[in-house]
C-alpha cells in the first residue's frame, strides 16, 4: 500500500481541528464556577449541560469506533450478516430504558457518580468490590475504539497500526486530561458532526462503484458470498437472546452514561437526552450498516484490493476503511476517512474520563482521603487519565476483533453490576451481605461458562454446547442471563434472609461484621452524612432539581423512596436522625 500524503493531511486536519475544541472547552471549564468546585465541573461539568451538547456527547458516547466499526463488520461476514449485528438496537433500547427507569432517580438524588449509591447503601468496601468490573468494562471499550481507530488509519496512511493507535490514544488522553467533561462533550459534538458528514457522503459513491452489485440482491440471494441480511438458526436462538439482552440491559450501568445523566440540567432533561441518543444511535447505524452490505457485494477481485477479499485476509474488521478506500473516489474517500478516524475516538475519551472518575471519586477520595482537598482529587484525575488511557492503549494493541472486545466489555457489567444496580434503586432492605453474595455467584456462574474469545474452556457444560474449530465449548445456553438472574435474586434473598436471622436474635448481634444490618452507627455505611454532608467535600450533590422538570414516578417501583429526597435505606434512617 503506497503512503497517501492527502490522507496524511485529511488526518492532521480533522485532528488539529478536535484538539482545538478540547482545549477551547478546557479553557471554558477553567472559567466556570469556583475554585472550590474544579472537581464537579470536570466530572459533571457544573451540572448545567444542555438539550443541544448533552444530546450529542450522550450519543457519540455509543457511537464511536467500536459502534461504527463493528456494525460494519458484523453485517459483512459471511453467516452472520444484519441478523447477528444486535448492537445498534440492543443499544438503542438500553438508552431508552435507562431514561425510563434510571436517569429520573440517579439525578433527583444528585449523585455524582454511578458508584454513589452502591457506597451510600452497601459501604465503602462494596464500592470497591463494584469498581473492578465497572472499571474493566470501560478499559474494554476504550481499547475497542482505539484499535478500531488504528485500523482506520493505518489503510488510509501506511504505517504501522500500533504507532497509529499510540497517535490516537494520546490525542484523546491530552485533550480529556486538561478539559474533563467538558472537553469530552464539546468534542463529542464536532466528533459527530464528523462521523455523520463523512459516512453519508461515502456512502452513494461506494454504492455506484462497478464492481459492487445491487445490495438489494445480495441481501437475499447468495452472490459474492452468503446473503448479508443472515439469518438465525433455531440452535442459535437462544445464544441471539442471551448476546441482545446482554448489549440492552447490560448498556445501562456505565459511567459513562451516567455521567451524562448526572450533567443534566434537571431529571426531565436527563430522560429526553436518553431518548434523543437512542434515536440517534440508529441513525448513526445506518451507514455503517450500508457500508457492511457493500463489502458483502463487491467483487474485490475487480478492485485495486484485489485478491483474496477481506474475510479471506482477517481483515473483516477493518471492511469500513477498506470499503471507504478501495469503492470510493480519492477526495470522498480521504474526506470520509479522515473525518471517521478523526471522530470513532468520541467514545474512547468518555470511558477514560469515566474510568477516572469513579477511581478518584468513590476509591481515592470517599474510601481513603475523605479530607482531601479539590485541587487532590483533581490531580489525582488527572494523573488516573493518563494511567488508564495507557491501560486501554495496551489492551487495544493485543485485539483481534472489534466486535469480540464489544461484547467482552459488557459481560462484566451485565452480570454484577447490572443486578446491583436493581437492588440499589429498587428493592427495599436489600444490605451488604446479600450485595457480596450477589457479586460471587454471578461472577462464578460468568467464569465457569467459559469464553471462546480468551480461549477458556467451560467447567460448567449447559444442554448444547458443542466445540468449534479450536476445540474450544461454545455455550449454546443463555447462561449470561442465567448468571445475572442468579446474581439478582441471590442478593434478594441473603439480604433477607440476613436481616431476619439478627433482627429475630437468631445470629448475635456481634456476628454483624460488616455493620449492614443491626450496627446504627456504623463507619462502613457512606450515609448522607458521610457522603454529602461533609464540609470536606464541597460538591453539590443533592443539588435542587427545578420543580417543574421533576415528575413523580414513585408509585411504579416497589422501592418509592428511590424517587425521593430521603434516603431508601431503613438502616440508615435511623443514623440520619441522630
Same mark, same amino acid.
Request: aromatic share 14%.
Given at each position: 500500500?503506497?503512503?497517501?500524503?492527502?490522507?496524511?493531511?485529511?488526518?492532521?486536519?480533522?485532528?488539529?481541528?478536535?484538539?482545538?475544541?478540547?482545549?477551547?472547552?478546557?479553557?471554558?471549564?477553567?472559567?466556570? !464556577?469556583?475554585?472550590?468546585?474544579?472537581?464537579?465541573?470536570?466530572?459533571?461539568?457544573?451540572?448545567?449541560?444542555? /438539550?443541544?451538547?448533552?444530546?450529542?456527547?450522550?450519543?457519540?458516547?455509543?457511537? %464511536?469506533? %467500536?459502534?461504527?466499526?463493528?456494525?460494519?463488520?458484523?453485517?459483512?461476514?459471511? !453467516?452472520?450478516?444484519?441478523?447477528?449485528?444486535?448492537?445498534?438496537?440492543?443499544?438503542?433500547?438500553?438508552?431508552?430504558?435507562?431514561?425510563?427507569?434510571?436517569?429520573?432517580?440517579?439525578?433527583?438524588?444528585? #449523585?455524582?457518580?454511578?458508584?454513589?449509591?452502591?457506597?451510600?447503601?452497601?459501604?465503602?468496601?462494596?464500592?470497591?468490590?463494584?469498581?473492578?468490573?465497572?472499571?474493566?468494562?470501560?478499559?474494554?471499550?476504550?481499547?475497542?475504539?482505539?484499535?478500531?481507530?488504528?485500523?482506520?488509519?493505518?489503510?488510509?496512511?501506511?504505517?504501522?497500526?500500533?504507532?497509529?493507535?499510540?497517535? &490516537?490514544?494520546?490525542?484523546?488522553?491530552?485533550?480529556?486530561?486538561?478539559?474533563?467533561? #467538558?472537553?469530552?462533550?464539546?468534542?463529542? @459534538?464536532?466528533?459527530?458532526?464528523?462521523?455523520?458528514?463523512?459516512?453519508?457522503?461515502?456512502?452513494?459513491?461506494?454504492?455506484?462503484? =462497478?464492481? @459492487?452489485?445491487?445490495?438489494?440482491?445480495?441481501?437475499?440471494?447468495?452472490?459474492?458470498?452468503?446473503?448479508?441480511?443472515?439469518?438465525?438458526?433455531?440452535?442459535?436462538?437462544?445464544?441471539?437472546?442471551?448476546?441482545?439482552?446482554?448489549?440492552?440491559?447490560?448498556?445501562?450501568?456505565?459511567?459513562?452514561?451516567?455521567?451524562?445523566?448526572?450533567?443534566?440540567?434537571?431529571?426531565?432533561?436527563?430522560?429526553?437526552?436518553?431518548?434523543?441518543?437512542?434515536?440517534?444511535?440508529?441513525?448513526?447505524?445506518?451507514?455503517?450498516? /450500508?457500508?457492511?452490505? *457493500?463489502?458483502?457485494?463487491?467483487?474485490?477481485?475487480?478492485?485495486?484490493?484485489?485478491?483474496?477479499?477481506?474475510?479471506?485476509?482477517?481483515?473483516?474488521?477493518?471492511?469500513?476503511? *477498506?470499503?471507504?478506500?478501495?469503492?470510493?473516489?480519492?477526495?470522498?474517500?480521504?474526506?470520509?476517512?479522515?473525518?471517521?478516524?478523526?471522530?470513532?475516538?468520541?467514545?474512547?475519551?468518555?470511558?477514560?474520563?469515566?474510568?477516572?472518575?469513579?477511581?478518584?471519586?468513590?476509591?481515592?477520595?470517599?474510601?481513603?482521603?475523605?479530607?482531601?482537598?479539590?485541587?487532590?482529587?483533581?490531580?489525582?484525575?488527572?494523573?488516573?487519565?493518563?494511567?488508564? !488511557?495507557?491501560?486501554?492503549?495496551?489492551?487495544?494493541?493485543?485485539?483481534? &476483533?472489534? #466486535?469480540?472486545?464489544?461484547?467482552?466489555?459488557?459481560?462484566?457489567?451485565?452480570?454484577?453490576?447490572?443486578?446491583?444496580?436493581?437492588?440499589? /434503586?429498587?428493592?427495599?432492605?436489600?444490605?451488604?451481605?446479600?450485595?457480596?453474595?450477589?457479586?460471587?455467584?454471578?461472577?462464578?456462574?460468568?467464569?465457569? %461458562?467459559?469464553?471462546?474469545?480468551?480461549?477458556?474452556?467451560?467447567?460448567?457444560?449447559? =444442554?448444547?454446547?458443542? =466445540?468449534?474449530?479450536?476445540?474450544?465449548?461454545?455455550?449454546?445456553?443463555?447462561?449470561?442471563?442465567?448468571?445475572?438472574?442468579?446474581?439478582?435474586?441471590?442478593? *434478594?434473598?441473603?439480604?433477607?434472609?440476613?436481616?431476619?436471622?439478627?433482627?429475630?436474635?437468631?445470629?448475635?448481634?456481634?456476628?454483624?461484621?460488616?455493620?449492614?444490618? @443491626?450496627?446504627?452507627?456504623?463507619?462502613?455505611?457512606?450515609?448522607?452524612?458521610?457522603?454529602?454532608?461533609?464540609?470536606? *467535600?464541597?460538591?453539590?450533590?443533592?443539588?435542587?432539581?427545578?420543580?417543574?422538570? &421533576?415528575?413523580?414516578?414513585? &408509585?411504579?417501583?416497589?422501592?418509592?423512596?428511590?424517587?425521593?429526597?430521603?434516603?431508601?435505606?431503613?438502616?440508615?434512617?435511623?443514623?440520619?436522625?441522630?
Amino acid at each position: 500500500m503506497a503512503f497517501h500524503v492527502e490522507g496524511l493531511v485529511a488526518i492532521v486536519v480533522f485532528y488539529l481541528a478536535i484538539l482545538a475544541v478540547g482545549i477551547w472547552a478546557a479553557w471554558k471549564t477553567k472559567n466556570t !464556577g469556583s475554585e472550590g468546585d474544579r472537581s464537579e465541573a470536570i466530572i459533571v461539568g457544573g451540572r448545567d449541560i444542555g /438539550l443541544l451538547v448533552g444530546g450529542f456527547t450522550m450519543t457519540a458516547t455509543w457511537v %464511536g469506533g %467500536g459502534y461504527i466499526n463493528g456494525t460494519a463488520e458484523a453485517v459483512y461476514v459471511p !453467516g452472520y450478516g444484519l441478523a447477528w449485528a444486535q448492537a445498534p438496537i440492543g443499544y438503542s433500547l438500553s438508552l431508552v430504558l435507562g431514561g425510563l427507569f434510571f436517569a429520573k432517580p440517579m439525578r433527583s438524588k444528585g #449523585y455524582v457518580t454511578m458508584l454513589d449509591p452502591f457506597q451510600q447503601l452497601y459501604g465503602k468496601r462494596m464500592g470497591g468490590l463494584l469498581f473492578i468490573p465497572a472499571l474493566m468494562g470501560e478499559m474494554f471499550w476504550a481499547a475497542a475504539i482505539f484499535s478500531a481507530l488504528g485500523a482506520t488509519i493505518s489503510v488510509i496512511i501506511d504505517i504501522n497500526v500500533n504507532i497509529s493507535v499510540i497517535i &490516537s490514544a494520546l490525542i484523546a488522553t491530552m485533550y480529556t486530561l486538561v478539559g474533563g467533561l #467538558y472537553s469530552v462533550a464539546y468534542t463529542d @459534538v464536532v466528533q459527530l458532526f464528523c462521523i455523520f458528514l463523512g459516512l453519508w457522503i461515502s456512502v452513494p459513491f461506494a454504492m455506484s462503484h =462497478p464492481a @459492487v452489485t445491487d445490495i438489494g440482491l445480495t441481501a437475499v440471494h447468495q452472490v459474492h458470498q452468503a446473503p448479508w441480511l443472515g439469518s438465525i438458526n433455531s440452535l442459535d436462538i437462544y445464544t441471539w437472546l442471551d448476546n441482545f439482552l446482554l448489549l440492552t440491559l447490560g448498556g445501562i450501568p456505565w459511567q459513562a452514561y451516567f455521567q451524562r445523566v448526572l450533567s443534566s440540567s434537571s431529571a426531565t432533561y436527563a430522560q429526553v437526552l436518553s431518548f434523543l441518543a437512542a434515536f440517534g444511535c440508529l441513525v448513526m447505524a445506518l451507514p455503517a450498516v /450500508l457500508i457492511g452490505a *457493500i463489502g458483502a457485494s463487491t467483487a474485490w477481485n475487480q478492485t485495486e484490493y484485489g485478491v483474496p477479499d477481506p474475510m479471506t485476509k482477517k481483515e473483516a474488521d477493518m471492511i469500513l476503511p *477498506i470499503v471507504l478506500q478501495y469503492l470510493c473516489p480519492v477526495y470522498i474517500s480521504f474526506f470520509g476517512l479522515g473525518a471517521v478516524s478523526a471522530a470513532v475516538m468520541s467514545s474512547a475519551d468518555s470511558s477514560i474520563l469515566s474510568a477516572s472518575s469513579m477511581f478518584a471519586r468513590n476509591i481515592y477520595q470517599l474510601s481513603f482521603r475523605q479530607n482531601a482537598s479539590d485541587r487532590e482529587i483533581v490531580w489525582v484525575m488527572r494523573i488516573t487519565v493518563f494511567l488508564f !488511557g495507557a491501560s486501554a492503549t495496551a489492551m487495544a494493541l493485543l485485539a483481534s &476483533s472489534v #466486535y469480540g472486545l464489544w461484547y467482552l466489555s459488557s459481560d462484566l457489567v451485565y452480570i454484577i453490576i447490572f443486578p446491583q444496580l436493581l437492588c440499589v /434503586l429498587f428493592i427495599k432492605g436489600t444490605n451488604t451481605y446479600g450485595a457480596i453474595a450477589g457479586y460471587l455467584f454471578g461472577l462464578v456462574l460468568r467464569i465457569t %461458562g467459559g469464553e471462546p474469545y480468551l480461549y477458556l474452556q467451560p467447567l460448567i457444560y449447559y =444442554p448444547g454446547c458443542y =466445540p468449534d474449530e479450536n476445540n474450544i465449548y461454545i455455550q449454546r445456553f443463555p447462561f449470561k442471563t442465567l448468571a445475572m438472574l442468579t446474581s439478582f435474586f441471590t442478593n *434478594i434473598i441473603v439480604s433477607y434472609l440476613a436481616k431476619y436471622l439478627f433482627e429475630s436474635g437468631t445470629l448475635p448481634p456481634k456476628l454483624d461484621f460488616l455493620d449492614a444490618v @443491626v450496627a446504627r452507627y456504623s463507619r462502613e455505611h457512606m450515609d448522607k452524612a458521610t457522603l454529602v454532608k461533609s464540609d470536606n *467535600i464541597v460538591l453539590n450533590e443533592l443539588a435542587p432539581v427545578n420543580p417543574r422538570h &421533576s415528575l413523580t414516578l414513585s &408509585s411504579t417501583f416497589t422501592n418509592k423512596e428511590a424517587f425521593n429526597y430521603v434516603d431508601s435505606s431503613p438502616e440508615l434512617s435511623n443514623t440520619e436522625d441522630n
